[in-house]
Each structure stands twice: as structure tokens, then as C-alpha cells.
């Protein structure tokens, strides 16, 4: 069987709903761990002991184990404790977790590495720690990092490929349904890679303008 | 915690991961060779071979391995390339992680400082002795933890051949998890052979690192 890719255009509008899938799931885990590795540096970084230890543990696990493995265990662990989720949003609880953990190694980083007067200087005009943190210390930690979390979101579009063994019909589904329709893998796997292609060509592009606007805001 | 069912198991888990370090240590010794190709090629002298090398990291970094692992496996055939599944996971995810190790090693090759090869020129070196006996044995240092890094990477990647059906840990703790219904268990059982795997390749990667460093 050689190649014959007059197929793949009857099937473009299928593919397409199914880049809107992955754009989405990619969007939303995106959101999900960019908000969870704040939540994640500031656990690490200033929680109590007894809720630190068992964060480490835990983010000990998700950096030293496949996200295939950590997406089967939520997809089918939560089913075990009860809770029966859509597909596509234990999808983003998983991506979004596993980038969450990625996120906050960077979020501690950069916290860690303002300079100290901004706290004290906040709390000395009478802001909390907390608020001082909030307001004073995280804003200025996340722009330094926004490079390389966007790096790990370019990585989190290409793993968002993963959901497909959990049944959601993003791009590489999309693409193994039409393969079961007509037998021709490679066509269809071709032009999934195409379109990954693009969306990361965009999402790169976007990339670099927010790096160079961070820089002129310096 | 079913600790019955786990001791009940594992022995098929070890089993597993004994394919997941196989695939991990091939894929590793695939990716490095495609990594120095790769390197080589971005950093010629010639412009075909350098516009060849950027598309190759440029094309492999932008789409996931998942799909070019089922491209090759499944759409492989087609056009003449028949792989078993564990064939197919060595060399998708070899040239896979070479395009990242592409990237480290040309990373670490220009980090060497450009008057070490002018120096070792000026001395009468021609210019693959200059790159052999002065600039690699320098770069050789600078890479070993980037590629650690990669290789880290790298095994936890091998997971994604459990898609194409090869027998090794994620997909052995996959069909224990529809079997059993014990996905809590079988992940924790799954998960330690990885961190084991994960942690004792870090410790002889920080050893090498050690071992080559300048005081």
C-alpha cells in the first residue's frame, strides 16, 4: 500500500474540531498549572513542616514517574474513589498537575531569587506577609520566569497528545478514527504532526514577542 | 493498600521494567548517536547539512513522540519500513531524544571558548585536530549533566511505547489497573521501579559529572 493522501481533505473538518480539542485541553491545563505551580512554590516554600513533607513526596512521585502512568491513575483512580470524571477533564487535571510540578521547580527559583528588600520594604509600609507576598514578591518572581514556563507549555501541547489513550478526541484521536475509517495511518498521522507543527510554530512565535515586551519593561 | 494483590504481582512488574531499562539504555546509545549527528551537522561548515540538521531538531521538537511513534509503527509500513513494537519504540524514541541531545551537545560545543580553537589553529593544528584534541575534551565536560537531563527525560518517555503495545511498565501497570481495579496500587508498584530506575541513573550521572569537573 503506498501513499495516497487524497484522503486526508475529506476528513479535514474532523481533524480541525480535533485541533480545537487539543487547543483547548492545552489551554485549560496550561491555566490549571500555571496557577497551581504558584500555589505549589509558595507550599514549598512557606507551608508548615507537616504540609511540606508530604508535598515533597508528592512532587518527588509526579517528577520521577511518565505522565502516561500519572494520567491512568487519575483517569481510573478517581472512578475508584467515586468521582467519575469526563475524560477530558481528568485530561487537564493530569496535564495540568504534572506541568504544575514542573512550574513551581521554576516558581521557588525565581522567588527566592527577588531581592529581600522588596519584603522587608513591603512590610515596613505595613503590608502582611501575606499581602507582601501577593502583591509585592510573586508579581515580580513570575515575570522573570515567564520564558521558560512558556517552554514547558510548548512541551504540554505536544504531551497533550497523551489524552488520546484516555478517550479524548483531540488531534491524535481524531486522527486513529479516520485511520480505523480508511486504513491509511500514515496519511493521517502525517497530517497530525502537521498540525502540531503549526500550533507550535504559533505558540512560539507568541513566545517570543511576550520575551521581548518583558525585556523593554525592564 | 492490598498488599496481598501487590506481592501477588510484582514479579510481572519486574519483569516490566526490566524492558523499560532495555529500551532506556538503547534508546540512550540511539539518541547520542543521533545527538552527535545532529551536532555535527548543525555546526558544519556546509549550509545543506546545516539547513538538514535545524530541520531535523526543529521538525522532531515541534510534533509529540506519540505521534511520531505511531507514524512510524503504524504509517511505516506503507512506505517500506516494517518494526516489531519494540523495534519501532528503540528507534522512535532514539531519534526523538537525539534531536533534544542535538541541541545539548551543540549547546556544549559552543560554550568552549572561541580562543581555544584559534589557539590550537594558530599552533598548527588542522581544524578537525583543533575540534578533537582541544575543543571536544571541553565540551565532552559541559554536556554530561544537560544530557542526564535528557536521559531522565528519556525514560520516562519510554512509557509511551505501552500506546504500541510493548510489554513494559506503564503497560503492564495499565493492564493490572483494568484488570485489578486497584489503580492506586498498581500505580505505586509501577512508580517506585521508575524512581528507582530515575534515581539510580542520577547518582551515576552526578558520579561522571564528578569525576570529569575541574577543581
Known sequence: MGLDFSVVPSFMNFLLLGTVWTIAITAAAALLSFFGGVLFAVIALYAPMVVRLPFRLFEWLFMGTPLLLQLFLIYFGLVELGIDLPAFVAGVIGLGLHFAVYNSELIQTAILAVDKGQMEAARTLGLSRTQALVRVVIPQAVRDVIPPIGNNMIALLKDSALVSVIGVSEITLSAQLAIGRTYRAFEFYAAAAALYYVINLGMEAVLRRVERRMQLSR | ?215
Not at chain 2, 526490566?18 to 543521533?34: D, E
Request: hydrophobic content about 55%; glycine content about 10%; some cysteine.
Open chain 2, 1 to 215: 493498600m492490598d498488599f496481598a494483590l501487590i506481592r501477588q504481582v510484582y514479579p510481572y512488574f519486574l519483569d516490566a521494567a526490566w524492558v523499560t531499562v532495555q529500551l532506556s539504555v538503547l534508546t540512550t546509545l540511539l539518541g547520542l548517536v543521533c545527538g552527535a549527528l545532529g551536532a555535527a551537522a548543525r555546526l558544519s561548515r556546509f549550509r545543506g547539512l546545516r539547513i538538514a540538521g535545524a530541520a531535523y531538531v526543529s521538525l522532531i521538537r515541534g510534533t509529540p513522540a506519540l505521534i511520531q511513534l505511531f507514524l512510524l509503527y503504524f504509517g511505516g509500513p506503507q512506505v517500506g519500513i516494517n518494526l516489531d513494537a519494540f523495534e519501532a519504540g528503540v528507534v522512535g524514541l532514539g531519534v526523538n531524544i537525539g534531536a533534544y541531545m542535538t541541541e545539548t551537545m551543540r549547546g556544549a560545543i559552543i560554550a568552549v571558548d572561541k580562543g581555544q580553537s584559534e589557539a590550537a589553529r594558530t599552533l598548527g593544528l588542522s581544524r578537525f585536530q583543533a575540534f578533537r584534541k582541544v575543543v571536544l575534551p571541553q565540551a565532552l565536560r559541559l554536556m554530561i549533566r544537560p544530557l542526564g537531563v535528557n536521559i531522565n527525560a528519556l525514560i520516562k518517555g519510554t512509557a509511551l511505547v505501552a500506546a504500541i503495545s510493548v510489554v513494559e511498565l506503564t503497560y503492564t501497570a495499565q493492564r493490572y489497573i483494568g484488570s485489578t481495579y486497584k489503580p492506586f496500587e498498581m500505580f505505586m508498584l509501577a512508580g517506585i521501579l521508575y524512581l528507582v530506575m530515575i534515581t539510580a541513573t542520577g547518582k551515576v550521572i552526578a558520579a561522571l559529572d564528578r569525576r570529569v569537573r575541574l577543581p
